[in-house]
Antibody
Framework: EVQLVETGGGLVQPGRSLKLSCVAS????????MSWTRQAPGKGLEWVAS????????YYPDSVKGRFTISRDNAQNTLYLQMNSLRSEDTATYYC???????????????WGQGVMVTVSS | DIQMTQSPASLSASLEEIVTITCQAS??????LSWYQQKPGKSPQLLIY???SLADGVPSRFSGSRSGTQYSLKISRLQVEDIGIYYC?????????FGSGTKLEIK
């Protein structure tokens, strides 16, 4: 059974840093791209970052580029999101997601973690 | 960036009714469109990928279709357990973008 378990959330002051972790189990972690997606309270979903299976390439939207860093430790089956210079608008539930790719059907997120809440406030 | 215009924003329908939700892409995204269901207080779950392929374990009353750059999610006979918020996602090009969501309620 595929499981994605996020940890590391909490209350942090604006301008400070926080690092999220996602431990994966039930599949061969180093065969899959992984991503983070977030959801502000009462709002929709926003893609935050993706990383290739080797960790050699990463992708971000402009809203977090230069502040957030996605990384992975394939030996530990763990995905990370380092968040620096946090702003109030980064307040959200952050979901770890597994990425699937099909040559004709493209990329999609086939498994999601339970999410971890990050609150940025003074 | 590719914009995904999702409609309606909310929808109230009767049990056993047919429900359709649409997403309009601002440019060609091929079949790189997926649909997700988020039940109250839960994480999103994959319903449809590649515009038309049903994800494992998803009831057959859910289906996806494509006409040009318009994508649709259809629930053929609405059930109580289908209440929640539905999102489309384009993964054709970065930044990946979700639709704004459709909140589905039972009338």
């Amino acid at each position: 059974e595929v499981q994605l378990v996020e940890t590391g959330g909490g209350l942090v002051q604006p301008g400070r840093s926080l690092k999220l972790s996602c431990v994966a189990s039930g599949f061969t972690f180093n065969n899959y791209w992984m991503s983070w997606t977030r959801q502000a309270p009462g709002k929709g979903l926003e893609w935050v970052a993706s990383i290739t299976n080797s960790g050699g390439s990463t992708y971000y939207p402009d809203s977090v580029k230069g502040r957030f860093t996605i990384s992975r430790d394939n030996a530990q089956n763990t995905l990370y999101l380092q968040m620096n210079s946090l702003r109030s608008e980064d307040t959200a539930t952050y979901y770890c997601t597994r990425v699937r790719y099909n040559n004709h059907r493209g990329y999609y997120f086939d498994y999601w973690g339970q999410g971890v809440m990050v609150t940025v406030s003074s | 960036d590719i914009q995904m215009t999702q409609s309606p924003a909310s929808l109230s329908a009767s049990l056993e009714e047919i429900v359709t939700i649409t997403c309009q892409a601002s440019q060609d995204i091929g079949n790189w469109l997926s649909w997700y269901q988020q039940k109250p207080g839960k994480s999103p779950q994959l319903l449809i990928y590649g515009a038309t392929s049903l994800a494992d374990g998803v009831p057959s009353r859910f289906s996806g279709s494509r006409s040009g750059t318009q994508y649709s999610l259809k629930i053929s006979r609405l059930q109580v357990e289908d209440i929640g918020i539905y999102y489309c996602l384009q993964a054709y090009s970065a930044p990946l973008t979700f639709g704004s969501g459709t909140k589905l309620e039972i009338k």
